[in-house]
């Protein structure tokens, strides 16, 4: 066996030449077949790690809202007021910016419908 850089040489480590009969038995790990079983194993808990994982490698589409829904009308109705307050000069752009991230649940307290958290009881 040859070494090269302390590690020995791999060269028969999978060979598919017919084997000699051994001197004294070996043990089943020990035989190409076992490598060759490890390999399968570790592509099928791989291809099960990816089918779990699907969805963070191929993430789905984003569902589009509804045409009629109450709060992307009110949303997109409160977007344009802002953005016509903007343009005229109203508001700055930074304002801006903090009046539409704001919109959302402006909408969604008007309507009373969407993904919101639940309104606090009243004592």
């Known amino acids: 066996m040859l070494w090269v850089a302390g590690l020995p040489r791999l060269s028969g480590l999978f060979s598919f030449r017919p084997m000699e ?5 070996v043990s089943f790990l ?13 592509l099928l808990m791989a291809a099960a790690l990816g089918w779990m994982h699907r969805d963070d490698i191929f ?10 829904d109450p709060v992307a009308l ?3 109705q409160r977007a344009a007021d802002i953005d016509r307050m903007a343009e005229e000069g109203t508001i700055s752009a930074a304002q ?4 539409k991230s704001r919109a959302e ?4 307290a008007q309507v ?8 606090l009881p009243q004592q």
């Open 112 to 119: 009373g419908q969407g993904s919101g958290p639940p309104s």
């Open 74 to 76: 009110c949303l997109a």
């Open 30 to 42: 020990d035989r190409p077949v076992a490598r060759v079983w490890a390999l399968g194993v570790a």
């Open 96 to 99: 801006a910016d903090l009046f």
């Open 59 to 68: 993430p789905p589409e984003a569902a589009a809202p509804a045409p009629d």
């Open 21 to 25: 009969e051994p001197s004294e038995k």
């Open 105 to 108: 649940a402006l909408c969604q």
